[in-house]
């Protein structure tokens, strides 16, 4: 049974991240100050989805690809290759990225979700080929992760546009 529930863990790590960042945010939102405004809800939602889905979930995806490829490989319905290493140290690169942004300010934070966004966005529109093409519907290419692959983008652009959008609304008129 504690196999079974780390496995489902470690092939779901994206979604276990994506979880984690919105409790921990929830738990910074609940202590948060009051009155509570939109402004500090966005704020708490956005650190934490920066650090847990961009920095934590790519550290993790460098460590899957670079040190254990074959593995990453034919859970995605692939065979191994050395563009494990590629996509691992591309990984690396959001992960470092997504650390230094989490928490600092909306330049930031926007470099650091638009790399990893439009990656996993063509990350997707790939699974969708190779199910089409390839008839791989392997869990790493059509499970979880390819609804994830859309979902986290875009929920990382809706905060990001809701910041923005506070932002220029100015101190004391959210």
Not at 42 to 65: D, Q, R, S
Not at 105 to 110: A, E, P, S
């Amino acid at each position: 049974m504690i196999r079974t529930a780390i496995s489902a863990v470690v092939s779901n790590y994206v979604l276990v991240f994506l979880v984690l960042g919105l409790l921990v945010a929830a738990v910074a939102i609940a202590r948060a100050p009051r009155p509570l405004s939109s402004t500090v809800v966005t704020e708490k939602l956005l650190a934490w989805y920066v650090l847990f889905n961009i920095g934590v979930m790519y550290l993790v995806n460098f460590v899957f690809h670079v040190f254990f490829g074959h593995l990453a490989a034919a859970f995605i319905g692939w065979a191994d290759s050395p563009f494990q290493v590629e996509v691992g140290m591309a990984s690396l690169g959001f992960s470092i990225g997504g650390f230094i942004a989490a928490f600092g300010g909306f330049d930031r934070r926007l470099v650091a979700v638009i790399g990893p966004a439009i990656f996993m966005l063509g990350a997707a529109a790939g699974h969708v080929r190779q199910m089409l093409v390839a008839d791989n519907f392997a869990p790493g290419n059509a499970g979880v992760i390819f609804y994830l692959d859309i979902l986290i983008p875009l929920f990382g652009f809706v905060l990001l546009w809701r910041q923005y959008r506070d932002l220029r609304r100015g101190p004391g008129r959210q």
